[in-house]
């Protein structure tokens, strides 16, 4: 496991190397070749210094050999910039832009550009095709992947919030955000999504997506002993500890934040995958 820091704010290439050695040696193959910067960028835009993506920038275009190129670190930035949208619905904008902007500081000082010649925020072109019933129908699918048929029983917890609440959660968290794989695949999203709710120490929501990235990876049903599900419980431990590394070596703030000490009250610590089954029924038949 990687070494502590009291803030990822000044690591060194040793400790970055470190720390993506320890996240790669955790993750099984099933999460992809890819999951592990995912991880680590994710768990760095929740921490209490967001600015440090871009120190992780730095060190992977400088020490990672798979983004040695600029058409490798071109498409790093896209799928770095759809972590960080799909983060706006999770943890909140000033959070994002808390990564983003130091983050794009640094692309455009090695580019030697200004950030003027970027415009396009007024351009709706690309939006001109886009239909809200359409949205709709894309959230219902890919909140369904997730939750299954519990997800109207969810939304009964809204009450009187239940009918403004499930559209937005339908057609624009789900529907506009966290449903468009063009970039980021419907695994990769929900990777990003659990290890966002996690690293925030919300207990209940983490667990749902546990459950969440079970069913994306296949889990179906309560029989936790066929050899599928025990290696899908294998692959999500394995995802557990490379979020706590991460989160380690963001520091004891970070730790203190995620609850991954247990909380005040040593209760509210990170769910564990067979609590799906003791908790939640299983991953359920659908």
């Known amino acids: 496991m990687a070494s502590s820091t009291q803030s990822p704010e000044g690591a060194t290439k040793e400790q970055w190397a470190e720390l993506c050695q320890s996240v790669k040696g955790a993750l099984l193959e099933e999460l992809g070749p890819e999951s592990w910067y995912l991880v680590i960028a994710t768990v760095l835009t929740v921490s209490p210094n967001p600015q440090t993506v871009a120190d992780f920038w730095t060190y992977l275009t400088t020490s990672e050999q798979e983004f ?9 930035s896209e799928r770095l910039r759809d972590l960080l949208i799909k983060q706006l619905t999770l943890i909140g904008a000033p959070q994002v832009l808390g990564a983003l902007i130091p983050l794009a500081k640094k692309q455009l000082t090695e580019q030697g550009k200004t950030g003027e010649e970027e415009r396009g925020e007024l351009d709706l072109e690309q939006w001109s095709k886009t239909d809200f019933t359409h949205l709709h129908a894309r959230g219902i699918e890919g909140i369904t992947s997730i939750y299954g048929t519990l997800w109207p029983k969810i939304f009964s917890s809204f009450g009187p919030y239940r009918q403004e609440m499930g ?11 966290l449903s468009d794989f063009s970039i980021l695949s419907s695994l990769e999203t929900e990777t990003i999504v659990y290890t966002s709710i996690q690293c925030q120490g919300h207990r209940g929501p983490s667990l749902w997506h546990v459950r969440g990235m079970g ?4 889990a179906r049903g309560s029989d936790d002993e066929n050899e599928k599900i025990r290696r899908i419980k294998d692959v999500l431990r394995g995802l557990k500890v490379a979020i706590m590394t991460t989160v380690e070596f963001c520091g004891p703030e970070m730790v203190q934040r995620s609850r991954l000490d247990g909380g005040s009250d040593g209760l509210q610590g990170w769910p564990n995958v067979g609590d799906v089954k003791r908790e939640l029924g299983g991953w359920g038949d659908d």
């Open 68 to 76: 040695s190129t600029l058409e490798a670190q071109t498409r790093l």
């Open 167 to 177: 559209i937005h959660e339908l057609s624009i968290v789900y529907g506009l955000y």
């Open 215 to 218: 069913r994306v990876l296949g």
